[in-house]
């Protein structure tokens, strides 16, 4: 992925699909715009303050689909084909495989967490099933926008069931717990990041919370960039990402025993792939006016 944000702009824009809503191929910087959390920001002070996004984030995008499709979906613009680039012959096999071992990760952690919440050991992997999964390796230019402070994913919480991340070579990935409480991620050398989405939040009736977090550039990211420097190795950043989802055609609703008359109020019966057209919008990646 570092020789692939490495290209030049030009060859990076002939995989970006915009009338897609960007949920294949590739995302430029400063399109994605993080949504308005100006509310949760106001309450986080002193050590668990957040930076407030002041614009569209300062990072690359590349959506490939992972697992099997649905054979029919009134969401096709989320289950469309694959941009494959033209110049990695090995890409579609590269990204398969890997993409393949992270939905695997997620697949086993959703069937630990409904066991754990007294579901049935299939009842979230039920719903991920020819889910719209994305992996979806980000990119931010270090040489370009490595300065203290920038904003790479603006505060925010993920959309989707489940995000697994791999171990980035530079740090800058912060994360809030449910009191509030800011720390900035080590992932282990050999192990994987789990957070909450929006859409496990909706079927837990909000008992599981999606995590919010964000990346910026921070003291210990320039200190990675120096050694990078030094070692004469790209400075891109790259998280290596997927986002699991609910199938588009499946129903988000609070699952027993969460349901009730208040979870019902505050998480309806929605179609999945409808929650996802609505965030899209909400962060500026939508085709549909």
Known sequence: MEKYFSQKRDELMKDVRAELSYQLGATPEFVEVPRNHKEVIEQLDGANAAHKPTGA??????????????????????????????????????????????????????????????????????????????????GSDLAAFGKLDTIFAGFHYDFNLLTIHGKSRFPGLFIWLRDGSKLQVSVPNGCLLLQAGKQLEWVTGGNITAGFHEVVVCDDTIKAVERAQAENRPIWRISSTLFGHVASDKILRPLPPFENEESLKKFPPTLAGKQAEDELKAIALSNSK
């Open 57 to 138: 984030d300062a990072k690359w995008r590349f959506f490939w689909r992972v697992g099997e499709r649905p054979d029919s979906t009134d969401f096709p613009e989320l289950n469309a084909p694959p941009v494959v680039p033209s110049h990695f012959p090995e890409w579609e096999n590269v990204m398969n495989k890997w993409g393949e071992q992270m939905l695997r990760a997620i697949t086993t952690v959703a069937e630990m967490i409904a066991v754990a919440i007294g579901l049935p050991k299939d009842a979230l992997t039920n719903l991920m099933h020819k889910g719209p999964h994305l992996l979806a390796p980000t």
